[in-house]
């Protein structure tokens, strides 16, 4: 019945732009958090963009400038521009609602190659 959904990602060249959207069902959207994290081959996932329900963001340090997390409550969506992508942006990025358990959605390939 909850379910969140990730799209927009893709294959993108370095210092591109990706926009990626999460779109949630089964909750009341504009009561909870949300947050956005990736995890990259080898590696754990790590949170690297989260937003309140009353629209106070944060960022991991290595994103931090680039990319920018934003809500649409109307839609139950929320968002990740990605700017100035890097290789090490590579992953696997799946959005998440705090304070459900453990909910994620299938998550969205995003590869950053020349």
């Known amino acids: 019945q909850v379910q969140l959904v990730e799209s927009g990602g893709g294959l993108v060249q370095p210092g591109g732009s990706l926009r990626l959207s999460c779109t949630a069902s089964?909750?009341?959207?504009?009561?909870?958090?949300m947050g956005w994290y990736r995890q990259a081959p080898g590696k754990q996932r790590e949170l690297v963009a989260r937003?309140?329900?009353?629209?106070?963001?944060n960022y991991e340090d290595s994103v931090k400038g680039r990319f920018t997390i934003s809500r649409d409550n109307a839609k139950s969506t929320v968002y990740l521009q990605m700017n100035s992508l890097k290789f090490e942006d590579t992953a696997v990025y799946y959005c998440?609602?705090?304070?459900?358990?453990?909910?994620w959605g299938q998550g969205t390939q995003v590869t950053v190659s020349s």
């Open positions: 998440t609602a705090e304070g459900i358990g453990n909910l």
């Open positions: 089964g909750i009341i959207f504009r009561s909870y958090a």
């Open positions: 937003i309140s329900s009353g629209g106070v963001t």
